[in-house]
């Protein structure tokens, strides 16, 4: 079992950054890969970014390229998404998300085995 907690979202103005936290419990969190989704109101839950267990490979939405950054912390339990230069349509609840299978995180995300229960994140014009 892995029990993961999101932090950090906020409210902040376009232009602005925040970093998202997600620790994690539980035994093994090394061997997981580690992705983040969010979701709008109205919109379906989408992929945001994801690591590989080792952080050796990050993958990233076109929307959310070079202005995001992951990053995994294996002696914390902690995976981060650095969030800049943050537009208004970056609003969403984030969530994090784990699993040993790396290709559900772009392929099959209704089948991922744990999430975090979100955090809010506000974007203003």
């Known amino acids: 079992q892995v029990q993961l907690v999101e932090s950090g979202g906020g409210s902040v103005q376009a232009g602005g950054s925040l970093r998202l936290s997600c620790a994690a419990s539980?035994?093994?969190?090394?061997?997981?890969?580690m992705g983040w989704f969010r979701q709008a109101p109205g919109n379906e839950r989408e992929f945001v970014a994801a690591?590989?267990?080792?952080?050796?490979?990050?993958f990233y939405a076109d929307s959310v390229k070079g202005r995001f950054t992951i990053s995994r912390d294996n002696a914390k339990n902690t995976v981060y998404l650095q969030m800049n230069s943050l537009k208004p349509e970056d609003t969403a609840v984030y969530y994090c998300?784990?699993?040993?299978?790396?290709?559900?995180?772009?392929?099959?995300?209704?089948?991922?085995?744990?999430w975090g229960q979100g955090t809010q994140v506000t974007v203003s014009s």
């Open positions: 998300a784990a699993d040993q299978v790396m290709s559900k995180f772009s392929a099959n995300k209704g089948r991922i085995d744990y």
């Open positions: 539980g035994r093994r969190f090394s061997t997981y890969n």
């Open positions: 690591i590989t267990w080792s952080g050796s490979n990050t």
